[in-house]
Nanobody, 128 residues
């Protein structure tokens, strides 16, 4: 059973920074598309950022563009989310996700239903 394990969530003040990490247990196999999603209480899960690991192309939600950065370490099948200038509205549970599908367009869209592997989540809380 594949497992994705997130870490790095914390409580910070607005304007602060955090780095989330996601380690895949299946480290010998590279997922073609990985991403970060988040879900705040009472809201649907939404894409934060995705990366097509084959060529490194990335896509971001408008709400985080310019503040967040997604990166990967393919040798260890590890994914990172670098978050800067955090805002209270960034408060949510953050999930790492991956898919075996080689479809660059779907990776760009980052629809929740297209990702078959999910982590348990790590909580990010930003106070004003």
């Amino acid at each position: 059973q594949e497992r994705l394990v997130e870490s790095g969530g914390d409580s910070v003040q607005a304007g602060g920074s955090l780095r989330l990490s996601c380690a895949a247990s299946r480290y010998t196999i590279i997922y073609p598309c990985m991403g970060w999603f988040r879900q705040a209480p009472g809201r649907e899960r939404e894409k934060v950022a995705t990366v097509y690991t084959t060529d490194g192309r990335t896509w971001y939600a408008d709400s985080v563009s310019g503040r967040f950065s997604i990166s990967q370490e393919n040798a260890k099948n590890t994914l990172f989310l670098h978050m800067h200038n955090l805002k209270p509205e960034d408060t949510a549970m953050y999930y790492c996700a991956a898919t075996d599908g080689y479809n660059r367009g779907l990776c760009a869209l980052g629809e929740v239903g297209d990702f078959g592997y999910w982590g348990q989540g790590t909580q990010v809380t930003v106070s004003s």
